[in-house]
């Protein structure tokens, strides 16, 4: 459940809890609001430490040289673009 899922848990429970009187028999629908705003609360903080841990910052790797290709850059037959070998 993401963070939308929180937030819709905790606005449905207090909707139940706070804008409504209905009665129904066998259910308290004020006990259910505060038991949706509850876990929609548990929901977001969870949520924020998990994408609090993936916010790491790796560092610039530095640059590969290739030292094994010395042949490449040198031309010994004065043809420097690579026509005429």
């Known amino acids: 459940m993401g963070l939308g899922g929180c937030i819709i848990l905790i606005a449905v429970g207090a909707i ?14 004020d006990l259910v609001g505060i038991i949706l705003m ?21 560092p610039p790797t530095t640059p590969v040289v290739d030292e094994q290709a010395p042949h490449l850059h040198q031309r010994r037959d004065g043809y420097g673009d690579g026509y005429g070998v």
């Open 16 to 29: 139940l809890t706070f804008a409504t009187d209905w009665d129904m028999q066998g259910v308290n629908l």
């Open 38 to 58: 509850i876990v929609g609360l548990i929901g977001v903080s969870t949520f924020s430490s998990i994408a609090r841990r993936r916010r790491v910052v790796v």
